[in-house]
Structures are given as C-alpha cells and as structure tokens.
C-alpha cells in the first residue's frame, strides 16, 4: 500500500505559478513512475504530466512548455511546476503513482486560477 500527500494548490492569476508536490510513503521501493491528473467539474480526468524512475515524462499537449514535472526518486516525491497558468487550468490536480499493475492517488488538491 502507498498513501500519497498533495500540497502546493491555490488561487492564483491568469500568468501566475504555482508548484504542487506530492510524497508517497509505505511501500514505495516498487513504484514505476509518479504523475499528476487533474478533473475539472463534469469532465474527464486526465494526465497533466508523468515521469518514470527512469526519467522519461509525459506531458498533456495543453500544458507544454508551461508545466514541467520533477521526481526525486530517493525521496519518493514528485512536484509539478505550473507556469504561465490559464483559467482552463482550473482543477482538482491529483497525485498518481504506479506500481506495476496498480495505481495510488491523492487526496486531491485544488488549483485555481482567476482571468
């Protein structure tokens, strides 16, 4: 079992920043890659940016060249730097990690961002 901790979410201006983080803990010597999703109201989930251990990441087209995922793997975190922020980027972003065949999230944390 690995229970994941979000932080770092807000209200912020169109063009502002925010940098969300995320800790996993318990049984993490096994977890393949980290990311971060986000749901809107009446929409999807849907992937925002993932990393793997190795370093390979993903990244929606709509958030490219605005978001930029980082892992630190011996630390078992993974934050999410949120830059040039839109008022579509208004969610709940939440924390992912896979192990194998199984994912963990978060709680969910809220971002915000006003025109």
């Known amino acids: 079992q690995v229970q994941l901790v979000e932080s770092g979410g807000g209200l912020v201006q169109a063009g502002g920043s925010l940098r969300l983080s995320c800790a996993a803990s318990g049984n993490t010597v096994s977890i393949n890659a980290m990311g971060w999703y986000r749901q809107a109201p009446g929409q999807q989930r849907e992937l925002v940016a993932s990393?793997?251990?190795?370093?390979?990441?993903n990244y929606a087209d709509s958030v490219k060249g605005r978001f930029t995922i980082s892992r630190n793997n011996a630390k078992n975190t993974v934050d999410l730097q949120m830059n040039s922020l839109k008022p579509e980027d208004t969610a709940v972003y939440y924390c992912?990690?896979?192990?194998?065949?199984?994912?963990?999230w978060g709680q969910g944390t809220q971002v915000t961002v006003s025109s």
């Open positions: 990393v793997t251990s190795g370093g390979t990441t």
């Open positions: 992912n990690c896979r192990m194998f065949w199984l994912d963990y």
